[in-house]
C-alpha cells in the first residue's frame, strides 16, 4: 500500500482528497511529523467503521503511543490526546460524558437560541452596513468568525473578554506550523484559561452548560474536574471553527456558481439545500483524528492493522462517486438525496450539529438579503488555505459588499 503524506501547507486539499480516493477506502497516509496512520476516504466504509465497536477512542491501543514513538510536542497532540471527555472514550463513559452536552443541543433546544442567533447576526451586519462602499473587507473575520464565537460562548458562559486569547491558543492548536517547542507551553495554557473559567463557573454559576456540568458533578454524576475542563474545550472548539468554515465555503461556493446562486437568491432552491451541499462538496472538517484499531478490521479488500491509528477523511468521501454518483465533485444545491456524513455518524456524531445548521441558515440569507451584490476581491484560485491539516479552513476571504 503505498503511502500518502498529507501536506502540511494544505496547499491542494482537492487534489489530495482525490489522491486518497484513489488509493481505495483506506488508504494509508503519514501525517505531518512524520506519524503513520491510516484514512478512510470512501462514504459506505466510513459509515461501517464509525460504528464498530473495535474501533475505539482509547489512545492506549495505538501501538506507536505504547512504544512512546508519539512526542509529546507533536503539533497535532492536543487533537490526538486532548485529555478525557467524551472525545477520547467509548462505551458507559461516553454516555455519560456525553448526554447533558446532547440534552442541551438538542434541535428543539437549539431552536430556542434562534432569536438571539438571528440579533447578533443583525448587529454584525449593522457594522458592515456603515463601511464606506466599495471598501474591500475580510467576511470571515468580520462576519463569520464573530456569530459562532459569540454563540458557543454564551451556551456555555465564556466571557467575551476571553476572545481574543482563545483565538490566539487555537490558532496555534490547529495548526501544523506550531513550532515543537511552543506546543507544551500552547497546551497547558488552553488549560489553565479553561481551568480558569470552570473555577470562575463554580464560585458563580450561570444559566449555561458549564455550569450545569458542574453542577450535574456535585449531584452524583461523577464527572472529574479534568473531564469538565476538556468537555468545555472541545465544545468551544468544535462549536465555533466547524461553523465559520460553513459559513465562508457556502459563500465561496455561491461565488463561484453565480447560475445556483440566482437560483437561492430568487426563492427557487432553499438555502437548506445550499448548507447540506457545502457541507459536503467542500466540507468544514477535512480530517479527524484519531481512532484505533483492537484487532484486525476488514475494509474492503484491505485490513487496518490491529493497534494502528485511524483517521476519517470527511474531505475525501465527501466527493465519493459510489455515494453521490458521477457528479460528486460538482457543487449542485439541487442534489437529492444529499446524505452526507459531514458531522460524523454513529455513537461520536457531532452533537451541535443542529446549532451550526441554525447559524448557518440564519447567517447566510441574511447577508445575501443585505448584500446582494456581494463579490470576492480576488480570484477564488488565489484563496489561501490555512495549514491546518484537520480543517478546511481559509486565512481570510476578501469580499466587496457591493
Same mark, same amino acid.
Given at each position: ?24 477506502? /483506506? ?22 467503521? /464509525? ?27 492536543g ?53 464606506p ?16 464565537m ?39 495554557d ?18 449555561? /452548560? ?66 447540506e ?27 487496518l ?62 447577508l ?9 476581491a ?25
Open positions: 500500500m503505498t503511502r500518502i503524506a498529507l501536506d502540511p501547507f494544505v496547499t491542494d486539499l482537492d487534489g489530495e482528497s482525490a489522491r486518497l480516493r484513489a488509493a481505495g477506502p /483506506l488508504a494509508e497516509v503519514e501525517l505531518p511529523g512524520g506519524v503513520h496512520c491510516y484514512a478512510v476516504t470512501h462514504h459506505a466504509e466510513a459509515r461501517q467503521l /464509525l460504528t464498530d465497536s473495535r474501533v475505539v477512542k482509547d489512545i492506549n491501543v495505538w501501538s506507536a503511543w505504547q512504544r512512546g514513538e508519539i512526542p509529546m510536542d507533536w503539533p497535532l497532540i487533537l490526538a490526546n486532548p485529555g478525557r471527555s467524551m472525545l477520547t472514550v467509548d462505551g458507559a463513559d461516553h454516555r455519560r460524558l456525553r448526554t447533558l452536552v446532547a440534552q442541551a443541543l438538542t434541535v428543539k433546544r437549539v431552536e430556542r437560541l434562534r432569536a438571539g442567533i438571528e440579533a447578533l447576526t443583525t448587529a454584525s451586519l449593522d457594522r458592515l452596513s456603515a463601511l462602499r466599495g471598501e474591500q473587507i475580510d467576511l470571515k473575520a468580520e462576519f463569520a468568525y464573530p456569530l459562532p459569540n454563540v458557543i460562548s454564551e451556551l456555555m458562559g465564556v466571557d467575551a473578554a476571553d476572545h481574543p486569547r482563545l483565538k490566539e491558543l487555537f490558532e496555534k492548536f490547529f495548526s501544523t506550523q506550531t513550532p515543537p517547542e511552543e506546543v507544551p507551553q500552547m497546551m497547558a488552553l488549560g489553565a484559561l479553561f481551568t480558569k473559567i470552570v473555577d470562575a463557573k463554580r464560585e458563580s454559576p450561570g444559566d449555561d /452548560l458549564t455550569s450545569a456540568l458542574i453542577a450535574a458533578s456535585e449531584d452524583g454524576d461523577h464527572l472529574t474536574d479534568e473531564e469538565i475542563v476538556n468537555t468545555l474545550q472541545l465544545i468551544i472548539a468544535a462549536g465555533h471553527e466547524t461553523t465559520i468554515s460553513l459559513i465562508v465555503n457556502a459563500v465561496v461556493a455561491l461565488q463561484t456558481h453565480p447560475e445556483q446562486r440566482k437560483q437561492v437568491l430568487g426563492g427557487e432552491v432553499p438555502w437548506e439545500n445550499v448548507i451541499e457545502t457541507l459536503r462538496w467542500n466540507t468544514p472538517t477535512s480530517h479527524v483524528l484519531i481512532r484505533f484499531a483492537t484487532e484486525d478490521v476488514e475494509v474492503g479488500d484491505k485490513v492493522p490491529k493497534g494502528e491509528a485511524l483517521i476519517v477523511s470527511f474531505g475525501a468521501l465527501g466527493r465519493d462517486e459510489a455515494q453521490y454518483g458521477p457528479t460528486a465533485g460538482d457543487f449542485d444545491v439541487t442534489r437529492s438525496p444529499n446524505r452526507h456524513i459531514a458531522f460524523g455518524h454513529g455513537p461520536h456524531v457531532c452533537p451541535g450539529a443542529a446549532l451550526s445548521r441554525l447559524e448557518a441558515g440564519v447567517a447566510l440569507p441574511a445575501y438579503e443585505r448584500f446582494p451584490d456581494l463579490e470576492l480576488v480570484p477564488a484560485s488565489e484563496l489561501r488555505n490555512k495549514p491546518i491539516v484537520t480543517q478546511n479552513d481559509l486565512y481570510d476571504l476578501p469580499v466587496e459588499l457591493g
